[in-house]
């Protein structure tokens, strides 16, 4: 998927049907699995506590799945925050080295569950109130069913995604992996615990992403064929289009 400006990003060279050509870019077209979408099962009823859900990946190469568990336990030392915070689920990928270091850190919690390479992220994240993520698909999939997200950066092949977010102001951004501290992270949860409950509307009110992208992007292919059918000497390279 290509978010904002494709300057720089498309080259008309690579199709050889330039001015015939395409481009879907937009978050229009991110193609999410129809289990990640948005219904009123989506946002649990808020019964004063919020559960976590941390997810960074199969492999979490910037180590953030340890730093999100040290954060919550530092947000939970706050009075207010520990009463709010509900269930914690810990998602950890079969490429993580540290899983052992992740069981350890989590000894001192309460209410973990640590989940390893599980087959779907779907249920775990219906049952989130707060995810704690990386800008990747994780994040997009919370977003299509619009959780509140903090979201770390842990590659330069997120910074556009990450600028479009934040001119929506769709997600709670606490910086790039080098430099983001556990006192960030502790910082940025509590204050979504600590105002859960605008946070999540906000949330729940902001749509960014939807399931319909593969929908939207069969239907652009079959509207230039057609087009080409109606016009042979018209040619047309569905090729060129990126999603």
Do not use: W
Not at 40 to 51: C, I, K, Y
Not at 130 to 142: D, Q, R
Not at 178 to 185: I, K, P, Q
């Amino acid at each position: 998927m290509v978010i904002g400006s494709v300057e720089g990003l498309f080259d008309p060279r690579l199709n050889s049907y330039a001015g015939e050509a395409r481009i879907l870019a937009g978050s229009q077209y991110a193609i999410v699995d129809r289990e990640f979408a948005c219904s009123e099962s989506s946002s649990p009823v808020n019964d004063g506590e919020s559960a976590v859900l941390v997810c960074y990946g199969g492999a979490d190469p910037t180590n953030e799945t340890i730093k999100a568990v040290q954060a919550i336990q530092d947000a939970g030392r706050d009075q207010e925050c520990r009463v709010r915070l509900g269930r914690i689920d810990i998602v950890v990928g079969h490429a993580n080295p540290r899983l052992n270091e992740v069981r350890a850190c989590v000894a001192v919690l309460s209410r973990v569950r640590i989940h390893v390479a599980p087959e779907s992220l779907g249920p775990l994240m219906r049952q989130a109130g707060i995810v704690l993520t990386s800008a990747g698909n994780t994040m997009i999939e919370a977003l299509t069913m619009r959780k509140p997200c903090v979201v770390t950066q842990t590659g330069d092949n997120q910074t556009m995604m990450v600028d479009y977010l934040l001119a929506q102001g769709a997600i709670r951004f606490v910086g790039r992996s080098e430099s983001v501290a556990r006192g960030n992270l502790a910082e940025a949860i509590a204050s979504m615990l600590k105002d859960y409950t605008c946070v999540a509307e906000a949330a729940r009110a902001r749509s960014v992403f939807d399931h319909h992208g593969a929908r939207r992007i069969s239907s652009a292919i079959q509207s230039m064929l057609v087009a080409s059918a109606a016009h042979p000497c018209s040619s047309v390279s569905a090729g060129a289009m990126r999603s």
